[in-house]
């Protein structure tokens, strides 16, 4: 019999080892704590009390009669009590019983006129109505917090709750019924809802609600393996873009990564855009288009399946093999998609629209320190001071090799320089029409830029930085343009750079004038080539290169057209869009009258330390450069600096007037995931380029004992393969594809002599 409903069938089913149940007569189903509310009313606190206070005395119990014991994934408790509080769950009620009392409401007849959503599917998925930053939105509840949309002017937009966690949960799920031989997992929640709209007995659907991703979290993942046990789905679905390259890449990483979940159930992808020859995307285009549900079912059962496969994007780290193996001169690693699917919305929207690789990886390396200008008045502890957002980054390939896409990541700060601009020349024309009288007790306006240029000496450097009250972003894409206009005075200029990263104070006497600044925020982005590169890191003994996130690549040996696409129009539109967001961003910053903090939590400074101090004690194992330690060291810095940006970024997509009323932030774990997986590419790429520095350290090779046994165990002519076969040979084994690396590349150690021989060279 059911205990939640008076009929004396049996027709209730309880899975002894998970607390999964369904009820076949009304096709409820649920978890534990659900059943626990159900039997007694209560709220879900209490009910996860009790689930707590039974599970320390007893176990459940099997049919045979033994106790059968919990695993910790069994145990998991799938309600998020951090955010379905009473409070919040009173407000959902509120904004349920809005909904049901305003059909007319234009909220109800824009989703149903543009998404094709009708009311009885908004209230079978507990869809309310709630008013929040002076507008009315469609609150769409899930386990673990709360989405919010509307359209405005055609646009749509997406907020979150505060509190919610959208990686830790599916809307819908709550109304998954076991009706039909599929699960489908649609892209987002109103298209998981005209899914259910159009087939509500052919398949349950669920819906994504942090937009497409290429990986689940581990709630999410056991949540699939549990639901497709109790239902017995024959197949799982995946409906999420794939219009694009990169779109296409995260849609069968998704499915990947649910494939690897479900030990025989087979996953499958409906790729919308290709089964319609490029004219829709998702369903809701086939839709408005007036396609017939029966045409589009069509095309959803036909989709393809995907082959299994390990899915890497949440490896643990790395052994210490494996990462010996990766800390020399071959390791310049591409960033990882992982990065990618977990950025915020307004970079990653434009990142899916860059397919080339390295073109993807340079935009997203300029776009950082271009972001972190515009974030004045930000500020994350550091046990040595406050540090703020700001960010050094240098891109280095060979000529001609699409650094040029490093351009773009500068147009994102274009309309907050051009508003400081603006501004100071009206300042200063203001100024220019004062009668004398007034003149002689007001100090003249200054030219004042968020650019500041890089074709100057680093005394008008230092001008600017203090006209503009300490801050700036320099951007060059030729590292000669800086080295020129500075190279009078280069130390002048290294000692600005360098004490601007730690916001140490600096200062100028001349006969006319004097200044002091007192904490310089200063971001750059460079660059440039190898043989630039060099020319200005003549020495890794000042600190100056470890200061820098290093990023570089080898070039493509194909011909990449020239010719505009859509795709590339699509960037330029973006740019301009994500350009005027940041400048709203930035002057919300700005006005603030006490700084916004970033604390990062306990657990997550762990992951950073056991991270880099893993790499500081295999840089040291290896016998490499002293200097390596520098920048190990300094690339803890870097990383706190990219868990603020991309916490900051984030709260300003999920509700901008958090970075007016918060006093602090906290990063999730997603936020910190992405900026020590983007740190740890960085040391990386940093430990090759160190290789082809002019040496400091005659006494050793930078490259470790490794390289130095190697190089000595050569005689003085040799081919290819003799040399792969005498690392092999080698006490510290050096990889065949690490010999090929070092052989022919910016080093006067080797002399190419013909195609495949080489003869010693300096000693």
């Given at each position: 019999m059911s205990p939640i409903r008076e009929e004396k069938k049996a027709s209730f089913g309880l899975n002894l080892q998970t607390g999964a149940w369904k009820d076949h007569g009304t096709d409820e189903s649920g978890d534990l704590i659900n059943l626990v509310e159900h039997v007694h009313n209560w709220e879900t606190a209490q009910a996860i009390n009790f689930v707590k206070e039974v599970s320390l005395t007893s176990s459940f119990t099997g049919s045979n009669g033994s106790s059968t014991p919990k695993s910790p994934k069994d145990a998991q408790l799938t309600r998020d009590t951090n955010f379905w509080t009473s409070k919040n769950r009173d407000a959902l009620k509120k904004a349920q019983e809005k909904l049901t009392a305003a059909t007319d409401h234009p909220l109800l007849e824009t989703i149903n006129s543009y998404d094709g959503i009708k009311l009885d599917t908004l209230v079978h998925f507990g869809v309310g109505i709630i008013h929040k930053w002076k507008r009315d939105w469609l609150l769409f509840p899930y386990d673990s917090g709360a989405q919010l949309y509307r359209r405005e002017a055609g646009d749509k937009q997406i907020r979150s709750l505060k509190g919610s966690r959208p990686g830790a949960s599916f809307f819908g799920k709550t109304k998954v019924?076991?009706?039909?031989?599929?699960?489908?997992?649609?892209?987002?929640?109103?298209?998981?809802?005209?899914?259910?709209?159009?087939?509500?007995?052919?398949?349950?659907?669920?819906?994504?609600?942090?937009?497409?991703?290429?990986?689940?979290?581990?709630?999410?993942?056991?949540?699939?393996?549990?639901?497709?046990?109790?239902?017995?789905?024959?197949?799982?679905?995946?409906?999420?873009?794939?219009?694009?390259?990169?779109?296409?890449?995260?849609?069968?990483?998704?499915?990947?990564?649910?494939?690897?979940?479900?030990?025989?159930?087979?996953?499958?992808?409906?790729?919308?855009?290709?089964?319609?020859?490029?004219?829709?995307?998702?369903?809701?285009?086939?839709?408005?288009?007036?396609?017939?549900g029966d045409l589009l079912w069509e095309i959803i059962s036909n989709s393809s399946p995907v082959q299994r496969e390990l899915d890497r994007s949440e490896e643990t780290l790395p052994t210490e093999a494996y990462a010996e193996d990766r800390l020399d001169l071959a390791s310049a690693p591409p960033i990882s998609e992982t990065v990618y699917t977990n950025l915020p919305g307004l970079l990653k929207e434009i990142c899916l629209l860059i397919d080339e690789q390295h073109r993807r990886d340079v935009f997203l390396v300029s776009s950082l320190p271009a972001v972190a200008s515009q974030m004045p008045n930000v500020l994350a502890e550091h046990r040595d001071c406050y540090y703020s957002t700001d960010l050094f980054t240098q891109i280095i390939a060979e000529p001609g090799s699409g650094k040029g896409e490093a351009?773009?990541?500068?147009?994102?700060?274009?309309?907050?320089?051009?508003?400081?601009?603006?501004?100071?020349?009206?300042?200063?024309?203001?100024?220019?029409?004062?009668?004398?009288?007034?003149?002689?007790?007001?100090?003249?306006?200054?030219?004042?830029?968020?650019?500041?240029?890089?074709?100057?000496?680093?005394?008008?450097?230092?001008?600017?930085?203090?006209?503009?009250?300490?801050?700036?972003?320099?951007?060059?894409?030729?590292?000669?343009?800086?080295?020129?206009?500075?190279e009078q005075d280069w130390g002048n200029y290294t000692d600005t750079v360098r004490k601007a990263f730690q916001h140490e104070p600096l200062s100028i006497i001349r006969t006319d004038e004097e200044y002091y600044i007192d904490n310089p925020r200063l971001s750059i982005c460079l660059t440039g080539t190898f043989d630039q590169f060099k020319r200005m890191f003549r020495s890794a003994e000042n600190g100056h290169f470890s200061r820098y996130a290093l990023y570089t690549f080898d070039t493509p040996r194909r011909w990449e057209s020239h010719r505009p696409s859509t795709e590339s129009r699509k960037v330029r539109a973006s740019i301009t869009e994500a350009s005027r967001k940041l400048n709203e961003m930035y002057n919300r910053l700005k006005n603030r009258s006490k700084p916004l903090y970033i604390n990062v939590q306990s657990h997550q400074w762990d992951r950073l330390d056991s991270i880099f101090s893993k790499k500081m004690e295999l840089i040291e194992a290896l016998g490499l450069s002293r200097h390596l330690h520098a920048s190990n060291n300094r690339t803890g810095v870097i990383a706190l600096r990219l868990i603020s940006i991309l916490v900051v970024l984030q709260v300003f997509e999920d509700d901008p007037d958090q970075l007016k009323l918060e006093q602090s932030l906290t990063p999730s774990d997603a936020d910190v995931t992405v900026a020590l997986t983007l740190a740890e590419t960085f040391i990386e790429h940093a430990i090759r380029l160190y290789h082809i520095l002019p040496k400091s350290e005659p006494a050793s090779d930078p490259r470790g004992r490794r390289f130095t046994e190697f190089y000595r165990s050569?005689?003085?002519?040799?081919?290819?393969?003799?040399?792969?076969?005498?690392?092999?040979?080698?006490?510290?084994?050096?990889?065949?594809?690490?010999?090929?690396?070092?052989?022919?590349?910016?080093?006067?150690?080797?002399?190419?002599?013909?195609?495949?021989?080489?003869?010693?060279?300096?000693?």
């Open positions: 019924r076991g009706k039909g031989e599929d699960l489908m997992i649609a892209k987002s929640p109103r298209e998981a809802m005209l899914l259910h709209q159009l087939y509500p007995d052919r398949a349950d659907t669920v819906g994504l609600v942090t937009g497409e991703q290429g990986t689940l979290s581990a709630s999410q993942k056991d949540w699939i393996k549990q639901i497709v046990s109790t239902h017995s789905y024959k197949c799982v679905i995946v409906v999420i873009d794939c219009d694009t390259k990169g779109a296409h890449r995260i849609a069968q990483k998704l499915c990947k990564s649910v494939s690897n979940v479900l030990a025989s159930t087979p996953v499958a992808l409906v790729n919308i855009s290709k089964a319609t020859g490029g004219k829709f995307k998702d369903v809701t285009d086939c839709r408005q288009a007036g396609m017939s351009s773009n990541g500068r147009g994102l700060a274009r309309m907050t320089d051009q508003e400081i601009r603006t501004q100071a020349r009206r300042e200063i024309d203001n100024y220019s029409h004062l009668p004398d009288e007034e003149k002689a007790n007001i100090e003249r306006p200054k030219k004042r830029s968020l650019f500041i240029p890089a074709n100057a000496s680093a005394r008008k450097m230092l001008d600017r930085l203090e006209a503009n009250g300490g801050n700036g972003f320099i951007f060059e894409t030729e590292i000669d343009t800086l080295l020129n206009a500075t050569l005689p003085e002519e040799f081919t290819t393969g003799e040399a792969v076969q005498i690392g092999a040979e080698c006490e510290l084994a050096v990889p065949e594809r690490t010999v090929k690396e070092w052989l022919p590349k910016d080093d006067d150690k080797f002399i190419k002599v013909a195609h495949g021989k080489y003869k010693k060279g300096d000693p």
